[in-house]
């Protein structure tokens, strides 16, 4: 489950040497900057590594293997459905007052700044408990409604045509579909692709992703989900030193849809995160659900086409590649070229170097921002000489002094274990 992450970068023109001083040392406080946010931004991209499977009876079902069951993930093809799914997500981040979620924002926030950008607001599930609503006909139509105060988001994707409306602001964004990528929910044509998993479905896909011989994987009995009968499917790393204590998926017996997603942390308590349905029908969708004509007076952004530059980053290697685009060191890193990856399985952690000089300080970050960041990490020593480790339930990020950068779903003293080995 390691991370990637890949750059690509050129600068061009001519400058004196002072004027290309000058901008290496912009660049290299900004990869300083970017870094701790980008943590929280990568941690927010990995929800789907996180629930906590509530149980509400246990069905008398037919005896199924993990294989099978998997097997019954992969062969699930529900195309039409509506519900009402609820997501709660603690990945321990600093009460600040809300200022979080503006962190959370600005690590993927697109440059025209629209509230209704799908990248920026949906990072808010990245914290704390929200109800949406979902329906799906089809590859070429979806809905996702984030249900707020007094207020709700939407995301409509109907055909080449995709909307966010925030009620709150009365901002629209609109972008279009990448209709050749022949990706993205069912098949045939893409759909715009959430920057934050959302669904227990799409949770599930991320998580299994990590499956090979570094992980267990069991048949954990029988659960009721949103009134449907379901397996448990139960996904433990065997490696210790990850931060990934479980990931338990209810699996609905009769499609095989994930009905209900929960990670828990390595070091126990509440789940990272827990989605499910809490209501769910595989009723065709009324056509109606899946219009949307911009309210008056609404303000209007139209974005790139989705897929090919859409705004902020899901946390994927080529989106945090964007955020780290023009830093000093990145050069030639094209695809996964230029990253290191530590280890294997659930204990992996990917390697970078910013080119920058470790955590800023003092006036040099600009009166308290130093430290104010600082407080947020632990400082830490050893062969590779010291650093600072910042901190969630799940990801945790290595930043050396001298800009080298160790991340994944590891502990800290993973983490420093890897930096000493690679000395």
């Given at each position: 489950m390691a991370p990637k992450a890949s750059d690509d970068t050129t600068t061009g023109g001519e400058s004196t040497g002072a004027e290309a001083?000058?901008?290496?040392?912009?660049?290299?406080?900004?990869?300083?900057?970017?870094?701790?946010?980008?943590?929280?931004?990568v941690a927010a991209a990995t929800i789907g590594l996180v629930p906590a499977l509530a149980d509400s009876g246990d069905p008398d079902l037919p005896k199924i293997t993990a294989q099978q069951l998997l097997d019954k993930i992969?062969?699930?093809?529900?195309?039409?459905?509506?519900g009402t799914v609820k997501i709660s997500t603690d990945l321990g981040l600093p009460d600040l007052g809300g200022l979080e979620s503006g962190l959370l924002s600005g690590a993927t926030q697109g440059g025209d700044g629209s509230s209704a950008d799908p990248s920026t607001k949906l990072t808010e599930l990245a914290a704390g408990t929200h109800t949406l609503r979902v329906a799906a006909d089809g590859p070429d139509r979806q809905k996702l409604s984030l249900l707020e105060n007094a207020a709700e988001y939407s995301v409509i994707h109907?055909?080449?045509?995709?909307?966010?409306?925030?009620?709150?602001?009365?901002?629209?964004?609109?972008?279009?579909?990448?209709?050749?990528?022949?990706?993205?929910?069912g098949k045939g044509s893409g759909k715009a692709e959430n920057p934050v998993p959302t669904t227990p479905k799409e949770l599930t896909e991320d998580a299994l992703k990590a499956v090979d011989d570094t992980t267990s994987?069991?048949?954990d009995g029988t659960v009721q989900v949103a009134g449907r009968d379901a397996y448990k499917l139960l996904v433990k790393p065997k490696q210790s030193g990850s931060t990934v204590g479980a990931i338990s998926v209810a699996v609905d017996a009769k499609t095989g849809l994930p009905l209900k997603f929960t990670l828990t942390p390595a070091s126990g308590g509440a789940a990272v995160v827990d989605a499910g349905f809490t209501q769910v029908s595989f009723a065709k969708p009324a056509a109606s659900t899946f219009d949307f004509t911009a309210p008056k007076g609404a303000k209007v952004t139209?974005?790139?086409?989705?897929?090919?530059?859409?705004?902020?980053?899901?946390?994927k290697s080529d989106d945090l590649a964007k955020d780290l685009e023009g830093v000093e060191g990145a050069d030639g890193l094209d695809g996964l070229d230029g990253l290191n990856v530590l280890g294997e399985g659930w204990t992996s952690v990917a390697v970078f170097d910013t080119g920058g000089e470790g955590m800023p300080s003092g006036a040099e970050a600009g009166g308290d921002l130093g430290g104010f960041l600082g407080s947020f990490g632990d400082k830490v020593t050893g062969k590779f000489g010291s650093g600072t480790v910042f901190s969630t339930r799940l990801i945790n990020a290595l930043m050396t002094d001298d800009g080298k950068v160790y991340v994944g779903a590891v502990t800290k003293d993973t983490l420093v274990k890897a930096a000493n080995a690679a000395k």
């Amino acid at each position: 489950m390691a991370p990637k992450a890949s750059d690509d970068t050129t600068t061009g023109g001519e400058s004196t040497g002072a004027e290309a001083d000058d901008l290496r040392l912009g660049r290299r406080k900004a990869a300083r900057y970017i870094v701790p946010v980008t943590v929280i931004g990568v941690a927010a991209a990995t929800i789907g590594l996180v629930p906590a499977l509530a149980d509400s009876g246990d069905p008398d079902l037919p005896k199924i293997t993990a294989q099978q069951l998997l097997d019954k993930i992969a062969a699930s093809d529900v195309q039409q459905l509506s519900g009402t799914v609820k997501i709660s997500t603690d990945l321990g981040l600093p009460d600040l007052g809300g200022l979080e979620s503006g962190l959370l924002s600005g690590a993927t926030q697109g440059g025209d700044g629209s509230s209704a950008d799908p990248s920026t607001k949906l990072t808010e599930l990245a914290a704390g408990t929200h109800t949406l609503r979902v329906a799906a006909d089809g590859p070429d139509r979806q809905k996702l409604s984030l249900l707020e105060n007094a207020a709700e988001y939407s995301v409509i994707h109907n055909g080449k045509d995709v909307w966010g409306y925030d009620s709150a602001s009365n901002e629209v964004y609109h972008s279009t579909a990448d209709e050749s990528s022949g990706e993205g929910a069912g098949k045939g044509s893409g759909k715009a692709e959430n920057p934050v998993p959302t669904t227990p479905k799409e949770l599930t896909e991320d998580a299994l992703k990590a499956v090979d011989d570094t992980t267990s994987v069991t048949v954990d009995g029988t659960v009721q989900v949103a009134g449907r009968d379901a397996y448990k499917l139960l996904v433990k790393p065997k490696q210790s030193g990850s931060t990934v204590g479980a990931i338990s998926v209810a699996v609905d017996a009769k499609t095989g849809l994930p009905l209900k997603f929960t990670l828990t942390p390595a070091s126990g308590g509440a789940a990272v995160v827990d989605a499910g349905f809490t209501q769910v029908s595989f009723a065709k969708p009324a056509a109606s659900t899946f219009d949307f004509t911009a309210p008056k007076g609404a303000k209007v952004t139209e974005g790139d086409e989705v897929g090919e530059s859409a705004p902020g980053h899901s946390g994927k290697s080529d989106d945090l590649a964007k955020d780290l685009e023009g830093v000093e060191g990145a050069d030639g890193l094209d695809g996964l070229d230029g990253l290191n990856v530590l280890g294997e399985g659930w204990t992996s952690v990917a390697v970078f170097d910013t080119g920058g000089e470790g955590m800023p300080s003092g006036a040099e970050a600009g009166g308290d921002l130093g430290g104010f960041l600082g407080s947020f990490g632990d400082k830490v020593t050893g062969k590779f000489g010291s650093g600072t480790v910042f901190s969630t339930r799940l990801i945790n990020a290595l930043m050396t002094d001298d800009g080298k950068v160790y991340v994944g779903a590891v502990t800290k003293d993973t983490l420093v274990k890897a930096a000493n080995a690679a000395k």
